[in-house]
């Protein structure tokens, strides 16, 4: 999943951002309201941890934001205050979970975890294309009956092409989505990416699923090249 944190607290939000990406999910961290209603605005986010104490617009004033921009990426708020009436307040600006400082991870896991479920009865959390199937809840991948095994860099890949079926993708979106970079290492990196996990999907009998598109980037399609 892609989550964005948003925390002012440095130490916090490094602690969010590394047990998260150790979970296998691409993080990224806005440090005030306006960045993070930025990067709303410019990504599609799994999940938004939002702490409710940040600088230049609050956790409160975002999620109110977002709702009524018709941004219905599940919200967990994060708070150092446990009263009912501040619990009260995070729901109704569109929260859909609070957590209190301090929380141990685990906790945090579990929140997370529930929040997927239960938005996967809108937003179906497996993803099918031809005879593949992408589990992004236990992110597990199988072709036919057979499970492939991936790296993490190589599941985010596959997952952003399975949301992207049949339309071809730019080397800078992948850049972006999937590397979190905002520039060209011009490198043969995201080649080597591509025929890795090609070469996976291939071995249990799905071939030539991902395709290269000369000159434009690379495509999730049926039948030949």
Avoid at 126 to 150: A, T
Avoid at 164 to 190: A, K
Avoid at 212 to 223: K, V
Wanted: aromatic share 6%; charged share 30%; proline share 4%.
């Amino acid at each position: 999943m892609r989550i964005l944190v948003v925390e002012d607290d440095s130490q916090t939000a490094r602690f969010l951002k590394q047990g998260l990406e150790e979970e296998g999910h691409a993080v990224d961290v806005a440090t005030d309201g306006e960045e993070g209603s930025h990067l709303c605005h410019i990504y599609s986010y799994d999940l938004i941890l939002l702490d409710v104490q940040i600088p230049k617009r609050t956790g409160l004033e975002l999620s109110a934001d977002l709702r009524r921009e018709g941004i219905d990426t599940p919200i967990l708020m994060l708070t150092g205050r446990h009263s009912t009436p501040d619990v009260v307040r995070g729901l109704n600006a569109g929260a859909d979970d609070y957590l209190t400082k301090p929380f141990d991870f685990d906790e945090l896991l579990a929140r997370v975890a529930a929040l997927t479920r239960r938005r996967s009865g809108s937003v179906s959390g497996v993803l099918h294309f031809g005879n593949l199937q992408v589990n992004r809840l236990n992110r597990q991948v199988r072709v036919g009956h057979r499970r492939v095994e991936l790296s993490p860099r190589e599941f985010r890949l596959l997952e952003h092409f399975m949301l992207h079926p049949e339309q071809v993708v730019t080397r800078v979106q992948l850049l972006q989505q999937v590397w979190d970079m905002s520039f060209d290492p011009e490198t043969n990196m995201i080649d080597a990416h591509i025929s890795n996990l090609r070469k996976k999907l291939e071995r249990y009998g799905d071939p030539r699923l991902l395709q290269t598109i000369r000159g434009a980037g690379y495509a999730l399609r049926l039948g030949d090249e």
